[in-house]
């Protein structure tokens, strides 16, 4: 018995009950499900409710004629292909050309071949019928899929777009028209770089495109006359649709205007806050800046009333004149200096990101802090090696990051003995740069490391709090880790890093 065939059934509409009996059993044997008809209406009765894969269809019946019952079936069969074999008597030949223009898929004629001709011509149409089947099936399957993709497409709230490579638009879906009205529309151009308040972003996202194949999440700044939103984010994709459209670009927008003015707010509170916390740095250095000053100042007094004496009383040569010149104009340069890093300091600015070396941050902000640490005595190991440790930052916000550590470092060894006051600044290149700055100090209370961070956690009569977790923020903005741990012996060490930028 053949197995494939025992899902197949066939119908038999045949009024001679011998016939159908013998007809039945061929098949049978073949493996395949039959059913017997000696009536047209028997016959649909039955296909109401069942199913057959081929009807084996004698022509005269005794309530209907074969082609009457085909006509019937498909009056009420919706679209269903009615797939039948004509078995007519001999000398009906004419019929079964009547009846293969019908859709019959084949004929058999009732003689003594009949029942050997049967196995081959059903298993013959059987196998067309399954392979129409089969790709009814895939195609019914591929139409639905088409209907849910086209559904998710109609209703993602992501703007969806499909653009040739000269921008004409292919596709576009609800989202998108919501987005950008009626100046997106199928059949013709959009261009973004339009809309741009930046053209420049444009260039580089295409580049970035160019590069990968694909870009995500790139935000973008609308102009603001053209009444769309603010800020865009974009995820573009190139794909390979057919030959004919060698380069399309899958472009999927959305709307992040509010996420944006949110993150911009916070962001200027943060550099409020930042300017503030400097300001207020400054005034807690403001006695050991202006001892610092102090001294050039009182140089140049000096000097100044000793060349005037000079002069006065012809006591020096015009070299010697020339020379005590020479040592006013540096104090005054030393006085300017001072004065130029203080107000770069405190200048209110928003972030500008640098490829800049961290030694010389290092550097510049030791200076800034210089006559504090003179001030209160202490004594700072340097060790920033020669090699350079490039990273893109801003500088102001470093240096107030080592500057704000190197303060609560001076602060936290107030009661420390003046001869053991010691900070060590270190700066390493590994597979980061890794700044520490280790105190001999008081250490942390409780051993408390991560409290220190919160907002507003001071220990200080008149501390803010904000230093550290404004610390924190900045080097994470960075790309970075700060923080803090209690050394073996005393004090405490701080410790952050930064990605480093590989030339
Ligand atoms: N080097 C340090 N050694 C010991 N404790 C420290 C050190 N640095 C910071 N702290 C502790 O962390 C607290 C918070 O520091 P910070 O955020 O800079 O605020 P503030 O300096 O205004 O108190 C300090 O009050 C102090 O208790
Ligand atoms: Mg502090």
Redesign the pocket.
């Known amino acids: 018995m053949d197995q494939k065939n025992e899902n197949n059934m066939i119908l038999i509409v045949e009024d001679d009950a011998g016939l159908r009996t013998l007809m039945a059993r061929v098949l049978q044997r073949q493996g395949f499900q039959t059913h017997l008809a000696s009536s047209g209406q028997y016959a649909i009765k039955w296909l109401q409710e069942n199913h057959a894969d081929l009807i084996l269809l004698d022509f005269f019946l005794p309530d209907m004629t074969g082609r009457e019952l085909v006509d019937q079936l498909r009056a009420t069969s919706q679209d269903e292909e009615i797939d039948y074999i004509l078995v007519t008597g001999r000398g009906d030949e004419r019929l079964a050309v009547d009846m293969l223009k019908h859709g019959a898929h084949n004929y058999l004629v009732k003689d003594q071949l009949l029942l050997d001709l049967l196995p081959s011509i059903v298993n013959q149409e059987m196998k067309q019928i399954n392979q129409r089947q089969r790709l009814e099936k895939t195609e019914l399957a591929l139409k639905k899929l088409e209907l849910h993709y086209q559904t998710l497409f109609e209703n993602s709230p992501l703007a969806i777009t499909l653009l040739t490579s000269d921008n004409q638009v292919v596709a576009v879906n609800d989202a998108s028209i919501r987005l950008f009205g009626s100046k997106i529309k199928i059949g013709k151009k959009f261009k973004l770089l339009d809309y741009l308040r930046y053209p420049v972003e444009f260039f580089v996202m295409m580049d970035l495109l160019e590069k990968e194949g694909y870009v995500k999440n790139f935000d973008l700044e609308l102009k603001e006359d053209q009444g769309i939103c603010q800020f865009i984010s974009v995820t573009l994709k190139k794909i390979e649709m057919d030959e004919n459209n060698p380069s399309t670009i899958l472009a999927m927008l959305q709307d992040i205007t509010e996420r944006k003015l949110a993150e911009n707010k916070v962001l200027q509170h943060q550099e409020e806050l930042a300017h503030v916390s400097r300001l207020s740095i400054l005034g807690e250095m403001a006695s050991g800046i202006a001892h610092e000053l102090n001294q050039p100042l009182c140089s140049i007094s000096n000097f100044s009333a000793a060349s005037i004496r000079m002069l006065e009383e012809s006591t020096g040569t015009k070299q010697d004149i020339i020379e005590v010149l020479g040592h006013l104009t540096r104090q005054a340069d030393r006085a300017g200096n001072i004065i130029r890093r203080i107000r770069s300091f405190v200048r209110k600015q928003s972030s500008k990101l640098l490829e800049l070396d961290v030694n010389d941050i290092l550097r510049e902000s030791l200076n800034l802090i210089e006559s504090e640490i003179t001030y209160k005595k202490i004594r700072v190991i340097e060790e920033i090696p020669d090699e350079s440790c490039m990273a893109i930052v801003d500088a102001i916000q470093i240096e107030q990051v080592v500057i ?1 550590l190197m303060k ?2 001076i ?2 060894m107030t009661d420390t003995p003046q001869d053991q006051r010691i900070i060590t600044v270190k700066c390493q290149r590994r597979d980061k740069i890794v700044v520490s700055i280790c ?1 001999s ?5 409780e051993n408390d490391t991560e409290k ?1 961070f919160e907002s507003f ?4 009569k008149e ?7 404004l610390c924190r923020s900045i080097v994470e903005a960075h790309g970075g880790h700060l923080r803090a741990e209690n050394n073996k012996e005393q004090g ?1 060490t ?1 410790i952050f890093t930064l990605p480093i930028k590989r030339s």
């Open positions: 704000n609560n470092a602060d936290a105190d100090g008081s250490g942390i209370k220190l956690y001071t220990t200080k501390g803010l709090g904000i230093g550290l977790s405490a701080f």
